[in-house]
């Protein structure tokens, strides 16, 4: 049996018959009292009504008397008063004790003379105090001093005289018990076997709930120490599988880190108050500080001056040039790539990058001052071009001068002959003539001098229509545009725009001069190019067309790589397209181009009116 349900039944059972006997104990108290009072009360109102009975007969008067005995005939008729009165009653004896003590009458013959000067109980009788106790059987009567052989109840009561002044004598009865003795233990059984068979129903029942809930948390218990099991197992295996995931992570880590320092780019990543949290080999390169200081930093106190960050848009990446400071002080321009993630639940994080443009911006410098010089190269090679026009322009305006100065030499050698006001009216002619034609000279040196000196490279409000009208009359110098009908449209309420003019100015000579050349290919009488400006949306739409030879579609998207051209050898560096996108593209515009075998070409350049401010940073680093 398990120790359990043993120590269980041990304890149930103890605790059971010590709850029946005490209930047992309780009950026979009560039940005793109950009949001590009970008895003490019937009795003693029975003594009462007995001894009034035979004082009514003249007991009172023989125990005036004082005698220790009595007449034959007096105890004859206290009998006969007795039996009548105790017919129905269980009385099995009564005495009559003199005020000596003596036994003067008893049911009980043999008792009579009896001296019961010992018996307390008479004493306290003669004293006027009634008394009565029980005896069961087999036990001594403490009064009597005589073993009793049936449960009695004695009762003693005082005689007292008609004036109850003096005690005459006590009266005592013994009342048989045995009956009343059996109903109250015949019915303490029964309570007591009911109540005990009761206890044993549920001492039964409780048992078997024990027993019942005893093997359900056994079954609970074994299913509890299963799951245990499995918890532990599972346990195990997932300490197995972190202790694998953490090593993977180790390792991954330690892979991203030896792949981040081998990144030439310098990368941090920031909290999200921008506190640098960790940095890759590059960026402790780039800063000239070690890993120890730059953790914990604050990344924006690396900004030089006014160029500090501003993270607003913190949700969003932000790519800009800035120019950042070094430990030791010195900056840099640096192109700022500035990225938000979630590294953790809820919690923003960002990525940095950062990459040093000075030997980007020193060799854009370089390249672009490389251009610049080509661009002068090309337009001194183009005056070059226009030489045999200009001097055509120049000789026209030169021999008009020498014929006035040789006509004004005549006038002053024939002024004696000639009158005074044909004389003046001639010189006034010629002069005029010396002043157009020299103004005329001038407009040419000074169209030749401004196309051909550098040009400043800011942006600057430009007059779009002015900067095409100028590049047409440079370019109709050159005698292949002699034969060609330049149609010029321009549209009159077109606004300044934001930009820089040498860099437009060489795009729409570039255009232009590709125009003339596809035109000259093409087997015709006359060429013809169309130069228009007009309104686009919120854009400038500026068309140059031509109806020269065309290009094939395969070829369109090749137009604007470097040093592709579809001109013959030894006439194109395959630079001027590429030129012109980049220039356009950098102004924040779109170079477009339509052209069709045998049609002509059309080149759309859209140019924005006020460029914007990323796109006046990349004209700046164009110029």
Same mark, same amino acid.
């Given at each position: 049996?398990n120790?359990?349900?043993?120590?269980?039944?041990?304890?149930?059972?103890?605790?059971?018959?010590? +709850?029946?006997?005490?209930?047992f104990?309780?009950?026979?108290?009560?039940?005793?009292?109950?009949l001590?009072v009970?008895?003490?009360?019937?009795?003693?109102?029975?003594?009462?009504?007995?001894?009034?009975?035979?004082?009514?007969?003249?007991?009172?008067?023989?125990?005036?008397?004082n005698?220790?005995?009595?007449?034959?005939?007096?105890?004859?008729?206290?009998?006969?008063?007795?039996?009548?009165?105790l017919?129905?009653?269980?009385?099995v004896?009564?005495?009559?004790?003199? %005020?000596?003590? =003596?036994v003067?009458?008893?049911?009980?013959?043999?008792?009579?003379?009896?001296?019961?000067?010992?018996?307390?109980?008479?004493?306290?009788?003669?004293?006027? /105090?009634s008394?009565?106790?029980?005896?069961?059987?087999?036990?001594?009567?403490?009064? /009597?001093?005589?073993i009793?052989?049936?449960?009695?109840h004695q009762?003693?009561?005082?005689?007292p005289?008609?004036?109850?002044?003096?005690?005459?004598?006590v009266?005592?009865?013994?009342?048989?018990?045995?009956?009343?003795?059996?109903?109250?233990? *015949?019915?303490?059984?029964k309570?007591f076997?009911?109540?005990?068979?009761?206890?044993?129903?549920?001492?039964?029942?409780f048992?078997?709930?024990?027993?019942?809930?005893?093997?359900?948390?056994?079954?609970e218990?074994?299913?509890?120490?299963?799951?245990?099991?499995?918890?532990v197992?599972?346990?195990?295996?997932?300490?197995?599988?972190?202790?694998?995931?953490?090593?993977?992570?180790?390792?991954?880590e *330690?892979?991203?880190?030896?792949?981040?320092d081998?990144?030439?780019?310098?990368?941090?990543?920031?909290?999200?108050d921008?506190?640098?949290?960790?940095?890759?080999?590059?960026?402790? #390169? +780039?800063?000239k500080?070690?890993?120890?200081?730059?953790?914990?930093?604050?990344?924006?106190?690396?900004?030089?001056?006014?160029?500090?960050?501003?993270?607003?848009?913190?949700?969003?990446?932000?790519?800009?040039?800035?120019?950042?400071?070094?430990?030791?002080?010195?900056?840099?321009?640096?192109? +700022?790539?500035?990225?938000?993630?979630?590294?953790?639940?809820?919690?923003?994080?960002?990525?940095?990058?950062?990459?040093?443009?000075t030997?980007?911006? %020193?060799?854009?410098?370089?390249?672009?001052?490389?251009r610049? $010089?080509?661009?002068?190269?090309?337009?001194? *090679?183009a005056?070059?071009?226009?030489?045999?026009?200009?001097?055509?322009?120049?000789?026209?305006?030169i021999?008009?001068?020498a014929?006035?100065t040789?006509?004004?030499?005549?006038?002053?050698?024939?002024?004696?002959?000639?009158?005074?006001?044909? $004389?003046?009216?001639?010189?006034?002619?010629?002069?005029?003539?010396i002043?157009?034609?020299?103004?005329?000279?001038?407009?040419?040196?000074?169209?030749?001098?401004?196309? *051909?000196s550098?040009?400043p490279?800011?942006?600057?409000?430009?007059?779009?229509?002015?900067?095409?009208?100028?590049?047409a009359?440079?370019?109709?110098?050159?005698? #292949?545009?002699?034969?060609?009908? =330049?149609?010029?449209?321009?549209?009159?309420?077109?606004?300044?725009?934001?930009?820089?003019?040498?860099?437009?100015?060489?795009?729409?000579?570039?255009?232009?001069?590709?125009?003339?050349?596809?035109?000259?290919?093409?087997?015709?009488?006359?060429?013809?190019?169309?130069?228009?400006?007009?309104?686009?949306?919120?854009?400038?739409?500026?068309?140059i067309?031509?109806?020269?030879?065309?290009?094939?579609?395969?070829?369109?998207?090749?137009?604007?790589?470097?040093?592709?051209?579809?001109?013959?050898e030894?006439?194109?560096?395959?630079?001027?397209?590429?030129?012109?996108?980049? =220039?356009?593209?950098?102004?924040g515009?779109?170079?477009?181009?339509?052209?069709?075998i045998?049609?002509?070409?059309?080149?759309?350049?859209?140019?924005?009116i006020?460029?914007?401010?990323?796109?006046?940073?990349?004209?700046h680093?164009?110029?």
């Amino acid at each position: 049996m398990n120790p359990s349900i043993r120590q269980f039944m041990i304890t149930s059972i103890v605790g059971f018959t010590v +709850l029946l006997l005490s209930l047992f104990y309780f009950h026979e108290e009560l039940n005793q009292e109950y009949l001590e009072v009970h008895l003490d009360t019937h009795s003693k109102n029975l003594a009462i009504v007995l001894r009034n009975s035979l004082v009514a007969e003249g007991l009172g008067d023989v125990l005036k008397q004082n005698n220790d005995s009595l007449a034959d005939s007096q105890r004859g008729e206290l009998k006969e008063v007795l039996e009548h009165e105790l017919e129905w009653i269980p009385v099995v004896k009564a005495k009559i004790y003199s %005020r000596n003590a =003596i036994v003067i009458f008893s049911t009980k013959e043999s008792e009579i003379g009896d001296d019961a000067g010992h018996n307390q109980a008479v004493k306290n009788g003669l004293n006027g /105090d009634s008394t009565s106790s029980m005896v069961e059987r087999d036990h001594m009567n403490e009064f /009597d001093k005589t073993i009793e052989t049936r449960p009695i109840h004695q009762q003693y009561i005082p005689i007292p005289d008609q004036d109850n002044e003096n005690i005459l004598g006590v009266f005592e009865i013994y009342t048989d018990t045995t009956g009343i003795t059996e109903k109250i233990d *015949a019915a303490q059984y029964k309570f007591f076997g009911i109540i005990g068979a009761i206890l044993v129903v549920f001492y039964i029942a409780f048992a078997a709930s024990y027993l019942s809930t005893y093997r359900k948390l056994q079954h609970e218990t074994r299913q509890r120490h299963q799951h245990l099991d499995e918890l532990v197992g599972i346990h195990r295996e997932l300490e197995t599988k972190v202790a694998e995931r953490t090593a993977g992570l180790e390792q991954s880590e *330690a892979r991203l880190k030896s792949i981040m320092d081998h990144v030439p780019e310098a990368i941090l990543t920031c909290d999200s108050d921008f506190r640098i949290l960790s940095t890759n080999n590059a960026a402790q #390169r +780039l800063f000239k500080s070690k890993d120890n200081i730059l953790i914990g930093m604050d990344f924006n106190s690396f900004y030089s001056g006014d160029t500090g960050a501003s993270h607003e848009d913190s949700d969003n990446s932000s790519h800009k040039l800035v120019i950042l400071k070094r430990g030791d002080g010195t900056v840099f321009p640096a192109d +700022l790539w500035i990225g938000c993630v979630e590294l953790s639940k809820d919690i923003l994080s960002y990525i940095v990058v950062i990459h040093d443009m000075t030997d980007q911006l %020193r060799a854009q410098e370089e390249v672009e001052s490389t251009r610049q $010089q080509y661009f002068h190269q090309e337009k001194m *090679a183009a005056i070059g071009q226009l030489a045999a026009g200009i001097l055509h322009e120049v000789g026209n305006p030169i021999a008009a001068i020498a014929g006035a100065t040789e006509a004004l030499r005549a006038i002053t050698d024939q002024s004696g002959n000639l009158s005074t006001s044909l $004389q003046d009216e001639s010189v006034s002619e010629n002069v005029r003539l010396i002043d157009e034609q020299t103004s005329r000279l001038a407009k040419i040196t000074r169209e030749i001098a401004d196309f *051909a000196s550098p040009k400043p490279r800011q942006r600057e409000l430009l007059d779009l229509n002015g900067l095409l009208r100028s590049t047409a009359r440079i370019l109709s110098y050159d005698k #292949r545009f002699r034969d060609t009908e =330049i149609d010029i449209q321009l549209d009159k309420n077109l606004p300044a725009i934001v930009a820089v003019s040498d860099q437009l100015t060489q795009v729409f000579m570039n255009l232009l001069i590709n125009a003339i050349d596809a035109s000259q290919n093409k087997e015709s009488n006359q060429s013809y190019i169309l130069i228009q400006s007009q309104m686009h949306g919120d854009q400038v739409h500026v068309i140059i067309e031509d109806r020269g030879e065309g290009v094939s579609k395969d070829l369109l998207d090749h137009l604007t790589e470097p040093f592709f051209t579809t001109k013959p050898e030894g006439k194109g560096t395959g630079l001027g397209l590429s030129l012109c996108s980049t =220039i356009i593209e950098a102004h924040g515009g779109e170079l477009g181009i339509e052209s069709e075998i045998g049609k002509g070409t059309t080149v759309h350049v859209y140019l924005p009116i006020d460029l914007p401010v990323q796109d006046s940073k990349s004209v700046h680093q164009q110029g």
